[in-house]
């Protein structure tokens, strides 16, 4: 790459954004972080990333909400969204489940654990789609 892509990562658990943050910058992005979708839809306002790394359980506003707010914005509509969480498809004690967030427009959906990898491949495949 020889411009670097910027990606914001919006997630709610601190220790998990840096890390996701530094294993994006050893691969040659530029990471952004947002701790829940509030802050990360300001964030994709002030400066539109490349794509979105986006965690689905946080407070204020949730990944499923940011989704749909940014896929219906035609402004931010084409930015490639990766959702990542927790909710597993047998997970049924939270109003999260697996098919919503298949359901979403979301570009990709990997479950956490997520790896480094899945994460850098998935991102690569929507960048240069």
């Known amino acids: 790459m020889n411009e670097k892509k910027l990606i914001l990562v919006v997630d709610d658990e601190p220790d998990f ?3 996701v943050q530094g294993n994006l910058e050893k691969e040659g992005f530029a990471v952004e972080v947002a701790y829940n979708g509030v802050e990360g839809m300001e964030k994709v ?13 946080m407070p204020e506003k949730d990944g499923y909400e ?6 219906d914005d035609e402004r931010f509509c084409e930015i490639p969204v990766l959702l990542l969480t927790a909710v597993a498809s047998h997970v049924t004690s939270t109003r999260y489940t697996h098919a919503d967030g298949m359901s979403t427009e979301a570009d990709d959906y990997i479950a956490k654990p997520a790896s480094a990898e ?12």
């Open 17 to 19: 954004a840096a890390i």
């Open 45 to 57: 306002q002030a400066n539109p990333p490349d794509a979105i790394v986006l965690d689905v359980m």
């Open 66 to 71: 940011m989704c749909k707010e940014l896929k």
């Open 118 to 129: 899945d994460i850098t491949a998935s991102l690569k495949r929507m960048l240069t789609a």
